[in-house]
């Protein structure tokens, strides 16, 4: 008699067989890969990581999670087995034939188990990033490309993207993130929620994500309510909203009567925000992107073509330089613009020329305070001009390029159409125009990424537009958030990126299945996801990433959290 109970493939159609999450080879060997990820080491020695805790969903119900079988033995008491004993002294066994009956009683056991198993998970493992046999039953809208499509498409680049660095070195780089609910965007909106979640996220991407290094957006006109802010002549002044107009030192309570929503209040966030990050062993790095409100609160329209550089200057900088005067050495780095014609492109649109001005007096601004901080600044595909001076100075002159310390990528998946490997041959863009020797001598890193979006093929590649947001919950079950950490990341070192960063981090801790509200950057997702986080596999799987072993940053096999192995 075989040790095997390989009795029950044949109870299983052909065509469920090969949809199994694992292998099934001669004798019954089903590994169930689905929700434990593996590492890099040759098949003997893979190891499993810890299993993921059950998240939060804003709608109110749970999401159908990839299949993880757990099986829990209990330990019977002494009444139990002394019951157990008497009864089995009273039963005349099984009532067919020895040795069969005893046998055929377990095994069809075994052989239902089994088959609910694999009816309740089957749905779901089905619409991955390498078998998308159910995925046009996860959407309910109509969508061109279709879900099916775009995971094909996705995984095709991700393929060609391990295969062009498979070979190619590796080494070491920083994995930051962004402290979401710190940034401006989002701590405007709604401050009651998002300012009391900014130390808890910062303790989640370091002990879930392992992160030690992260980066905020800052909302510039928070420091309007320093007692460090000093606007000089010429400069444009921002009234204090604290109660009664008065300012506040490092570590001073709000006046009473300040209201709770004001850029006042805000400020004692980002006070809170660096003194535990010292406390914590975090380093901060941060940029100033002025969201309308700044603008606005500067008196002028964001509007592009309404005001001009120095006017801009006159609002922005003193905001600079209150803050490096009032957090001075936590701040490590400052990135002084961002995306010329992308983000800032609907706050305003400066030439080459007026951008590497900015550039030349914010630098000088932020190292009069504090000589060591680095400056640097951010583009994306779209600001290839702006980047060649920054690099040579060939428009604003070679004081531009010296000004500068690091240069930022913002990587996003710049198309809606992934068909033709199109984020491969994105990645490859950037390499060729934006590093090596584009590079000018400069460190590159990688400010902020997400991974491709599921987007209408002629629409825009950006999160509002997405038929499904990037917290959606079928990017965890599809594989496709993991995978795309794994591959970018391998991608941004092998390339000679210094560090990565996430833009949207709640992945990491919090997925949805409500289609309608799973977007971080509109609705309400973010608002609620706040007091319900939980790490996710693809925080564990960041962490992982960030602590470099060989095993799980190179060679050929690629294992995510789903089944996934070569290229």
Not at 11 to 35: F, N
Not at 339 to 362: C, H, K, W, Y
Not at 431 to 447: D, E, F, H, I, M
Request: hydrophobic letters at 40%.
């Amino acid at each position: 008699m075989s040790r095997h109970p390989n009795w029950l493939l044949p109870k299983i159609p052909r065509r469920l067989r090969s949809h199994l999450h694992g292998t099934v080879r001669g004798p019954m060997k089903i590994k169930v890969l689905s929700e434990i990820g593996f590492d890099r080491q040759k098949n003997s020695e893979r190891t499993a990581q810890p299993a993921i805790r059950p998240h939060f969903h804003p709608n109110g119900w749970q999401a159908p999670r990839p299949c993880r079988f757990s099986f829990k033995i209990a330990m019977a008491t002494e009444k139990q087995i002394e019951a157990n004993r008497l009864n089995a002294q009273k039963s005349t066994g099984p009532k067919t034939g020895y040795p069969l009956g005893p046998r055929k009683a377990n095994l069809h056991v075994v052989r239902l188990l089994a088959m609910a198993l694999l009816v309740s998970c089957c749905a779901y493992c089905q619409c991955t990033l390498l078998n998308q046999s159910t995925c046009a039953s996860v959407y309910s809208g109509s969508a061109n490309p279709s879900l099916t499509t775009f995971l094909a498409d996705v995984e095709a680049s991700f393929q060609a993207i391990d295969a062009a660095t498979a070979s190619m070195p590796q080494p070491k780089i920083a994995l930051t993130a962004q402290i979401l609910p710190a940034s401006g965007a989002w701590l405007s909106s709604t401050m009651q929620i998002f300012g009391p979640a900014i130390n808890g996220y910062m303790d989640l991407l370091k002990t879930k994500a392992g992160v030690t290094i992260q980066d905020v957006n800052m909302w510039p006109s928070v420091l309007s309510s320093a007692s460090q802010y000093s606007p000089g002549a010429g400069d444009i002044t921002i009234p204090s909203d604290c109660a009664g107009g008065a300012t506040l030192g490092t570590g001073v309570s709000v006046p009473t009567g300040t209201g709770l929503n004001t850029r006042c209040m805000a400020l004692t966030y980002y006070d809170s925000m660096f003194s535990h990050a010292a406390a914590s062993g975090i380093t901060m790095r941060v940029g100033f992107f002025p969201n309308g409100n700044t603008v606005a609160a500067c008196g002028l329209s964001p509007v592009p073509g309404t005001f001009t550089e120095s006017q801009y200057e006159h609002c922005l900088i003193p905001l600079i330089k209150a803050a490096m005067s009032r957090w001075t050495t936590a701040i490590t780095a400052v990135q002084v613009f961002e995306e010329p014609l992308d983000g800032m492109a609907t706050v305003q649109v400066f030439s080459i020329a007026d951008v590497g001005t900015f550039i030349r007096n914010s630098s000088a601004a932020v190292k009069a305070i504090v000589p060591g901080a680095l400056v640097g600044v951010a583009a994306t595909q779209a600001d290839s001009g702006y980047w060649t001076d920054w690099t040579t100075g060939n428009v604003s002159g070679a004081g531009t390029p010296a000004a500068l310390d690091f240069l930022v990528i913002d990587l996003f998946g710049g198309n809606c159409d992934q068909s033709g490997k199109q984020y491969y041959h994105e990645t490859q863009w950037f390499q060729s125009k934006y590093l090596g020797a584009n590079a000018g001598g400069k460190p590159v890193r990688v400010g902020q990424s997400d991974h491709p979006i599921w987007c209408p093929a002629t629409g825009l590649p950006q999160q509002p537009y997405a038929y499904l947001g990037a917290d959606d919950v079928i990017w965890q079950t599809s594989g496709m958030q993991t995978a795309w950490q794994s591959t970018i990341i391998k991608w941004a070192s092998a390339a000679g990126i210094q560090s990565f960063a996430m833009f949207c981090t709640l992945p990491f801790f919090n997925y949805t299945a409500n289609q309608s509200n799973d977007n971080c950057m509109s609705g309400t997702y973010s608002v609620l996801a706040m007091s319900q986080l939980s790490p996710t596999d693809a925080a564990a799987a960041y962490k992982t990433l960030g602590q470099w072993p060989g095993e799980s940053i190179q060679g050929k096999a690629h294992l995510t959290g789903r089944a996934r192995l070569g290229h």
